[in-house]
């Protein structure tokens, strides 16, 4: 959930540097609830005048007489931070916090094409930002803190506009057999510590990591280098696995328990499956479309023992 900062821009007086100090006092006067005036040339913003400093200035011993009849150059502020309309308002927040103690309250300037478009208050951003982040916390995965269906469904059909991507579906095999014989903590670490290594992974600044629920994950890239990715997963999860397991377990290679029959079996020990959907092997015009392929592939896949993943070319490599 993205909101750009001039989405909750206000509008508040502008002056120029040539405007007399009378008219700014006249502005303040008239509209109390207006805490600052931007200062513009040519609309293009150059300063801020803020109430509180203003009449602090003007009510110095001589600051009334000083100042009153002359421009606001005098009292204008240059050190202003100025942002575009489409910046995300987190983006905001972090350099809003980074002001110096005396103007972190001032408005921000909020520009459009590079003119002055309004400004936001400390309060509205403050206010707008938890209720985001909020919003955000209900569609993020509780026990990894990854997106969940609501925005994967969003990134899948924002991935459709893109004439490269590849999606990752990934799912643990076994995962169930695992959680009964060890317990739903461990169950619930061999999740986290899993979704930490495709963190890993998928850390380039497009790439796109979900948790569907469960063992079953999605990753978009934005390109079609998929071989390389899925095989460090890969890699690197059949080295993580091992400490999961008691010695016995792991040296043997499976657990005996029984099967949803209720038949005492040999089950493997968890693995990996990677379907991939990449658009240099299809062209994809739903959501839907990718879903359902991703599904079957991933069948396909889960008939391998090992962990292995399988593209729609469906060439399974382990």
Do not use: W
């Not at 821009?9 to 700014?24: D, G, H, L, W």
């Not at 909020?134 to 459709?160: D, F, R, V, W």
């Not at 060890?182 to 890993?200: C, N, V």
Request: proline share 2%.
């Amino acid at each position: 959930m993205n909101i750009f900062i001039g989405e909750i821009s206000e509008i508040v007086p502008k002056v120029n540097a040539s405007t007399s100090n009378q008219i700014v006092d006249q502005l303040f006067t008239e509209d109390s609830s207006t805490q600052g005036i931007v200062v513009t040339e040519n609309e293009i913003p150059i300063a801020l005048i803020t109430r509180t400093s203003f009449y602090q200035k003007l009510g110095t011993l001589y600051g009334y007489n000083l100042y009153m009849g002359r421009t606001v150059r005098l009292l204008m502020n240059s050190n202003i931070l100025c942002v575009d309309y489409y910046q995300s308002i987190t983006d905001v927040s972090e350099r809003a916090m980074k002001r110096k103690e005396e103007q972190l309250y001032d408005y921000i300037i909020v520009t459009k094409d590079g003119y002055y478009h309004g400004v936001v208050s400390i309060r509205t951003l403050l206010i707008t930002l938890a209720k985001v982040q909020s919003k955000i916390a209900t569609y993020m995965n509780p026990l990894t803190g990854l997106p969940g269906n609501q925005i994967i469904n969003e990134k899948l059909h924002e991935a459709l506009k893109e004439t490269v991507f590849s999606v990752l579906y990934i799912d643990l095999d076994h995962f169930k057999t695992y959680n009964d014989i060890y317990g739903f903590s461990k169950g619930d670490q061999m999740i986290q510590e899993t979704a930490a290594l495709l963190k890993h992974h998928l850390n380039g600044t497009s790439d796109f990591l979900g948790h569907i629920g469960g063992d079953d994950f999605l990753a978009i890239l934005y390109n079609h280098s998929y071989q390389n990715v899925c095989e460090q997963i890969i890699q690197d999860f059949d080295k993580l696995i091992r400490h999961f397991y008691t010695e016995e377990h792991f040296s043997q290679g499976f657990i005996t328990a029984e099967n949803r029959l209720g038949k005492v079996e040999k089950i493997p020990l968890v693995a990996i499956s990677i379907a991939v959907i990449s658009r240099q092997n299809k062209q994809y015009r739903s959501v839907e479309e990718i879903v359902a392929n991703a599904t079957k592939i991933k069948k396909y896949c889960k008939r391998v023992q090992n962990s292995c993943y399988m593209d729609d070319s469906l060439c399974i490599r382990h």
